[in-house]
Structures are given as structure tokens and as C-alpha cells.
């Protein structure tokens, strides 16, 4: 008969902590040669970052026994609600503007008219913008997450429509002043928008293609045949960087600081979600393209 | 920069409104020089920054008399509203005075499209001390609570 031999059973490690004294994990298989920097390890890995609904219980690093943590993230709302509420707002309240509606302008203006064309271009463009953005969320982009925190949608709302009232509060007030350069200043700045609104958008499409319906894959996106989506041999979130060329584009042809100011916000917070997405590309897939920064080609 | 345990975000807020106070209202609106209000904040501010730095240079050398400590978690209740107060009365003493002179103001039309009204501002900022000094005010009560009777505990153990 076999005698169990102790040197080579796997040993079970129950880890308690230190203060209140409750099992905080139990590691059963445990190769008795093992270090603590490795029992460490595996403690910390159970421990980690959040499990997908996805995970099956087999693949997990655990023991016989799987010990889940709850963590209750608070109030939860969908992701597609919080767009539609954001964009929504901006397009609204921009028009409430530009028609001049009683109370904001002085009386004699309500429901009075710009004389400038770029008056009427700015507010084209603008309500495009964001109903092309309330379009692509009804029927373009894939979530990963179903739900943020519900104070997100206060915080996002108050940035959105405080920012576009802000914006169009100047462009259609009657002491508006047209850009320095006139009609040549407008045609360009129009074309840099439209450019930019059409790259944006390709690459939204190119996304999109990425990952199949119902599904949460992630894959390195690539150039495909629409030059638009060049601009992935560059940048990791090419969308981010048409999204800031457009509101440059629009901040040039209104030639309005607040627009401007707009620009720098969004284009500050873009460039922190550009470095996480193409920090976690690059952790995700050996094989990430080397060349690529995140939001601005060889620069950010 | 972690040499001394103070929260950055509440630190620099107080930083930021002392340099708001000092430049952009006492500085720039001369006539608002020579009123008490100024006085009252200015002695505020420095006797708390003596016992605040007391406190830091005493910890970090790791010998602090109770004293110190006692006077840091103390005296604000005092201290604290006599500044706010000082504030306050400085701002709305500078009023008529940025209005009449515009001052920092710029309005439509400009070729950048832009208007901004000081005088509107600065009534902005002094109803925004509204939620803000209770929050900070009741933040250091806490800690009081928590630090000084934690020596209490200590001293009983000696």
C-alpha cells in the first residue's frame, strides 16, 4: 500500500484577516512547496477586478469552494437612457435659442431672426450633430456595460445642456458678431465639420462591425476600405479625434470663446478615455500595433 | 505630495479662495483696502497658519506638544466664521465698486462672442459659501471629535 506521502499533497490555505478574524478566502490545491508571494497571488487574483457574466465558475482561479463578494454599485441607470437624455437636451435647448423664444433675448427680439448666414449654418450643424448622435444610439453602438451609476446622468446632463445653452446664448444673441475672416473663415471651418462629422461616424460604423450582435467580444480595430478609418493606422480612438476636429471646426466658424472652451473641456476628458482604452488595448493584445498613440496622431 | 495626511482636493480649495481673496478682490479694488473686514480675515488666517504649521513641523519631527494639537482642533471654531465673516463683508464691500468701474467685465458685442459680468460673479461666489462653509466647518468638528478623544484614549492606557 502507498504511504501519503506529506511532502508532495496539496495543502489547503485558509486566509483570515487579521482584524476581524473572518475568512476572507479559502485556497484548497495549494502545491505545498508554494512561496507566499505565490499564495499571495492567488489570494489577490480571487480578490481582483470584477468577474463578466460571462465567466464560467470551472475557468476561475479558485478552490473546491468559490467564495464570490458582493459589491452593490448603488443605483443603477441604462447607458442608452443617459445618451438619449444627454443629447437630447442640447438639441432642444439650442433651438429654444435660436428661435428666440420670450425671456431670453431682450422683447423687442422674441421670435425675431439672424440676418447672418452663419447664424443658420451654426444651428444646422449643431442639431445635426446631435441627431446624429441620438441616431447612433438608437441604432449604431454596442454597449459592454448595460448600466452606470445614476448620478452619472445628473453630472453628464448639467455639462451637456448647461454647455449648449452657454454656446447658444452668444451665436444667436442679436449682438452677435460673424467670424473676422468672413465667408472664406465659414466655408472652411464648415468643410473641417462636415469632415469630421463623416469620420466620426465611419468609425462608428468600423466599430460596430467589430463585434457581432448580442455579442461582447473585443478585437484591435483596423483601417478598412473607407479612407476615413485610416486614421486607425495612427490612433487607437480615432472617434475621439474627429469628435474634437468637428467642435474645432464649429468653434472656428461661430468664432465663439464659449464654444471654444466646449472644445477644451471634451477634448481633456476624451483624451483620458483615449488612454485607458489604448492602455487596456495594449494589455489586452500582444500584437498591438506599436505606431498608434491614443487620440492625436504621434502626439496624445 | 504625501509629506503632510490633509486632503488635496479641500486644501487646494482653501488655497484657491484665500489667492481669490487677496488678488482678485482686496488687491484689485483699492477702496475696499481699509475696511475692518480685511483686518478681521487677515488675523483669521494667520493665526490659524501659525498653529497649522506649528502642528505639521511638530508631527513630521515627531514630538507634538497636546497643546498644538489641542489649539488646531480648537480654535477654528472661533476662528473659522470670524474669517468667513471677513470674507464675506470684503466682497460685498467690493460690489459697487466693480460695477462702476466694470472692473474684469467684458460685454457683447466683441469679435469672440463672449460677455462676462464680475459684479455678477462675485455675487455668485458669496451665495456659494452657502453649501460649502457648513460642509467644511462640520468636516473639521468631525475630525475634532475623532482626534482629540482618540488622545483621551491613549492617555488612559499611559
Given at each position: 500500500s502507498k504511504h501519503p506521502d506529506p511532502f508532495h499533497t496539496l495543502r489547503e490555505v485558509e486566509i483570515l484577516d487579521a482584524k476581524i478574524r473572518e475568512k476572507l478566502c479559502f485556497l484548497d490545491k495549494v502545491e505545498p512547496h508554494a512561496t507566499i508571494a505565490e499564495i499571495k497571488n492567488l489570494f489577490t487574483k480571487t480578490q481582483g477586478k470584477s468577474l463578466k457574466d460571462e465567466d464560467v465558475l470551472q475557468k476561475l482561479p479558485v478552490g473546491t469552494t468559490a467564495t464570490l463578494y458582493f459589491r452593490d454599485l448603488g443605483a443603477q441607470i441604462s447607458w442608452v437612457t443617459v445618451f438619449l437624455t444627454e443629447y437630447a437636451g442640447p438639441l432642444f435647448i439650442y433651438l429654444l435659442f435660436y428661435f428666440r423664444?420670450?425671456?431670453?433675448?431682450?422683447?423687442?427680439?422674441?421670435f425675431t431672426s439672424s440676418r447672418h448666414t452663419v447664424v443658420h449654418l451654426a444651428c444646422i450643424c449643431h442639431s445635426f450633430h446631435y441627431v446624429k448622435r441620438l441616431l447612433e444610439t438608437l441604432f449604431v453602438h454596442r454597449f459592454s456595460h448595460g448600466t452606470m451609476p445614476l448620478r452619472n446622468i445628473f453630472k453628464n446632463c448639467t455639462y451637456y445642456w448647461g454647455f449648449a445653452a452657454w454656446m447658444a446664448y452668444y451665436i444667436n444673441h442679436p449682438l452677435y458678431t460673424p467670424p473676422t475672416y468672413g465667408a472664406q473663415q465659414v466655408k472652411l471651418a464648415l468643410a473641417i465639420f462636415v469632415i469630421c462629422q463623416l469620420g466620426n461616424f465611419s468609425i462608428h460604423m468600423a466599430l460596430r462591425d467589430l463585434r457581432p450582435a448580442g455579442s461582447k467580444t473585443r478585437k484591435i480595430p483596423y483601417p478598412t476600405k473607407n479612407p476615413f478609418t485610416w486614421l486607425f493606422l495612427l490612433v487607437s480612438c480615432p472617434n475621439y479625434t474627429y469628435e474634437v476636429g468637428s467642435w474645432i471646426g464649429f468653434a472656428i466658424m461661430t468664432q465663439c470663446l464659449p464654444v471654444a472652451l466646449f472644445s477644451l473641456v471634451g477634448f481633456t476628458q476624451m483624451t483620458i478615455w483615449a488612454k485607458g482604452k489604448h492602455r487596456s488595448y495594449l494589455k489586452e493584445f500582444r500584437d498591438y500595433p506599436p505606431l498608434r498613440m491614443p487620440i492625436i496622431p504621434f502626439l496624445l | 505630495m504625501g509629506i503632510v495626511p490633509s486632503s488635496v482636493v479641500l486644501t487646494s480649495f482653501q488655497v484657491m479662495s484665500r489667492v481669490f481673496l487677496i488678488w482678485a478682490v482686496t488687491h484689485s479694488v483699492?477702496?475696499?483696502?481699509?475696511?475692518?473686514s480685511v483686518l478681521l480675515f487677515v488675523i483669521a488666517w494667520t493665526i490659524t497658519e501659525i498653529i497649522r504649521y506649528s502642528f505639521y513641523t511638530f508631527s513630521l519631527l515627531n514630538h507634538l506638544p497636546y497643546l498644538i494639537k489641542w489649539a488646531r482642533y480648537t480654535l477654528f471654531i472661533v476662528l473659522y466664521p470670524m474669517g468667513v465673516s471677513g470674507e464675506l463683508l470684503t466682497i460685498y464691500a467690493a460690489l459697487p465698486f466693480v460695477r462702476q468701474a466694470g472692473l474684469y467685465s467684458i460685454s457683447l458685442p466683441n469679435k469672440y462672442n463672449f460677455s462676462f459680468d464680475y459684479h455678477a460673479f462675485l455675487i455668485l461666489i458669496m451665495i456659494s459659501y452657502i453649501p460649502i462653509f457648513p460642509q467644511l466647518y462640520f468636516h473639521m468638528i468631525h475630525q475634532r471629535r475623532k482626534i482629540l478623544s482618540h488622545t483621551e484614549e491613549h492617555k488612559k492606557f499611559e
Open positions: 423664444v420670450p425671456f431670453i433675448y431682450g422683447h423687442k427680439y422674441d | 483699492k477702496e475696499v483696502q481699509s475696511e475692518d
